[in-house]
């Protein structure tokens, strides 16, 4: 899809399995300016009702794309700054200064991310604390909740 406008940030589902949370999380980038990325393999056909149904009538306003695996996804966006989400990391999301441009990656929902994307980059892996009884959020919860920390520290309306 050709993209009307430069993306305040780019929202990467790495081998999403559920479309609803897909679909939830394309909702979430329309109303901040965000591109969805879907990595391959995906759980769910792009074409999937329940996908559309999570996004409302909000997914025909998504600009989104997908992309056959991590090595397209970087070549289509080079250059970028990466935050990956994963509940392995040490380091908190509200800890980093987000900028425009960035790059926001969360795993499947049953994986996570691979620990060889995560090795390559252990600098960039964030996590969204929780308490103990949790073992981690909601993928489509994480997008929201990441990528409106970024416009708080913006302090301005997407």
């Keep these: 899809m050709t993209v009307p406008y430069e993306p305040l940030l780019h929202v990467v589902l790495y081998e999403p399995e559920i479309p609803y949370n897909a679909g939830s999380a394309g909702r979430t980038c329309v109303a901040v300016g965000a591109k969805l990325w879907l990595v391959r393999p995906l759980g769910f056909r792009v074409d999937d009702y329940y996908l559309r149904r999570a996004g409302l009538d909000y997914w025909e306003r998504l600009v989104w794309e997908v992309v056959d695996d991590w090595d397209a996804l970087s070549a289509a966006l080079p250059n970028r700054r990466r ?22 990656v969360f795993g499947s929902e049953s994986a996570g991310l691979p620990d060889k994307l995560l090795a390559a980059d252990s600098a960039a892996q964030l996590r969204i604390p929780t308490r103990p009884e949790v073992r981690s959020l909601n993928v489509s919860n ?5 990528t409106y920390e970024a416009f708080r520290q913006w302090r301005t309306a997407p």
């Design 142 to 146: 994480s997008v929201a909740v990441a």
């Design 83 to 104: 935050w990956l989400f994963t509940k392995k990391a040490d380091q908190s999301y509200l800890d980093v200064a987000y900028r425009r441009g960035d790059v926001l």
